[in-house]
């Protein structure tokens, strides 16, 4: 009986041809991968600490020249405000000192009209000067008058004293925000450069191993 065999050169029949990858290729795309990555990574931790940087600087000179400073420890006790008395006659200069002046503000704004808004007291402001011209067109006597202009210009005053400290308070609250902002690119800053480190470590290594597989294939 005769035994039938299959030559190396043809292929058996319902088999696909295998493709070899050599391994010193897939270190190559390995390590070339990775040395891009940590490149990339140490680009993003330099635009990341500049970034963070910029806006320490830029919310220190805004708020340094503002020249806003805190009351003393014994105003702020007075008022109720020890938790504030921490920052007690310091220069606003920092994101996290905005952040307690506004909320220094904030206390003032609750009691110029019971708790209300700069927008809350639009109406009542339109109202009151509607009262007055219409009393004066009546032709109301003149103590009536006097009255209702004097609530009207307490409105008023209430009303433009809401939107300054409302204005400051918003200011501060968005330096405090661009301060949180760059404090978080800083950390995110220092976690790139621990990375690319990482990554350029491992580069490393990939190129060693790379030599001692195309002097082993040699």
Partial sequence: MTAITHSPSVPIAGTEPSVAVRRRTIDTVLTASGAVFAVVLLAAGVLLTWGSNFS??????????QNIAFPPAAALEEEGRTDLVQYADATVDTGTEAEAYASFIDGHLQQVADGQTYADLGAPERAANTAVEEATASGAPADEIARLEGEAAEITGQRNTLFKGETL????????????????????GILAFVAAGAMAVLVIMGVRHHHKTVAAER
Avoid: P
């Fill in 169 to 188: 308070r918003g200011l501060l609250l968005s330096a405090f925000a661009w301060s949180t902002v760059g404090r978080i690119a800083g950390i995110a």
């Fill in 56 to 65: 320490e600087d830029y919310v220190y000179d805004e708020l340094s020249s």
